[in-house]
């Protein structure tokens, strides 16, 4: 569990899953050579994965290239199945950081023999969140800022604008598959310029209008 501020208080994330959209960002499926998406491509992480603010992301001793992948958060307020885009955002609390830390050998493995993606997205802390929860009537989702620094490097820097399934239809598309509950979390896919962590880094994401999620990096001792 993830607490961070909401408006005055404190929201306890407590979601029943996490949901992340691959290849949303028409560069960055190009720098992973792969096609354009013709819907919305979901896979999950696990809960378990997630950590907050200043805290550290744990490179597993499994992996030997660990990716980092700066993604808007939708916060679900408000449980449905078969939601319309059309209601789809009053189904939305609100709106955070996220960090889909990735096993990127783990998952090009994975690629080659035909695997599920689960063990490359899904060790403990590959899932960063925060540093708050914006509320939903706050922001322009489809317009803001995107960015990822690591020791004070730029690696990704884009617009959300260019997100090629906007919220609505993410919502109306995992809706019609699965129940969304409240507290789920829904990562929208991240940009360009994706690129390996090492020991002792600290990456700072930032999206305009919600503020930097910072995390330090370490490796899994032996």
Same mark, same amino acid.
């Given at each position: 569990?993830?607490?961070?501020? #909401? *408006?005055?208080?404190?929201? @306890? ?19 992973? =050579?792969?096609? !354009?998406?013709? @819907?919305?491509?979901? #896979? ?5 994965? +997630? ?10 001793? =499994?992996?030997? %290239?660990?990716?980092?992948? !700066? ?35 783990? *998952? ?35 317009? +803001? ?10 690696? *990704? %820097? ?10 609505? @239809? ?18 929208? $896919?991240?940009?360009?310029? !994706? $690129? ?27």
């Amino acid at each position: 569990m993830v607490s961070l501020p #909401f *408006q005055n208080e404190i929201y @306890e994330l407590k979601p029943s899953k996490i949901l992340c959209l691959g290849k949303n960002y028409a560069k960055h499926a190009e720098e992973m =050579k792969s096609e !354009v998406p013709k @819907e919305p491509i979901i #896979f999950l992480k696990p809960p378990s994965s +997630l950590i907050g603010p200043d805290e550290t992301i744990i490179l597993p001793n =499994k992996s030997k %290239k660990v990716h980092h992948e !700066v993604e808007l958060a939708v916060i679900i307020g408000r449980g449905g199945k078969n939601i319309s885009r059309k209601e789809a955002m009053k189904y939305v609390l609100g709106y955070t950081i996220f960090l889909d830390i990735t096993a990127r050998d783990l *998952q090009e493995e994975a690629r080659r023999k035909g695997m599920p993606w689960s063990i490359c997205k899904g060790f403990d802390t590959f899932a960063p969140i925060g540093p708050r929860i914006v509320p939903a009537n706050k922001v322009n989702p489809h317009n +803001l800022e995107i960015g990822l620094k690591v020791n004070n490097e730029l690696r *990704q %820097k884009s617009n959300t604008s260019e997100m090629l399934f906007k919220i609505p @239809e993410i919502i109306e598309y995992i809706s019609s598959i699965m129940t969304l509950e409240v507290g789920d979390i829904i990562a929208t $896919g991240t940009p360009e310029g !994706v $690129g390996e962590l090492k020991d002792g880094d600290v990456v700072e994401a930032w999206i305009q209008d919600i503020g930097i999620l910072r995390e330090r990096v370490r490796k899994e001792k032996e």
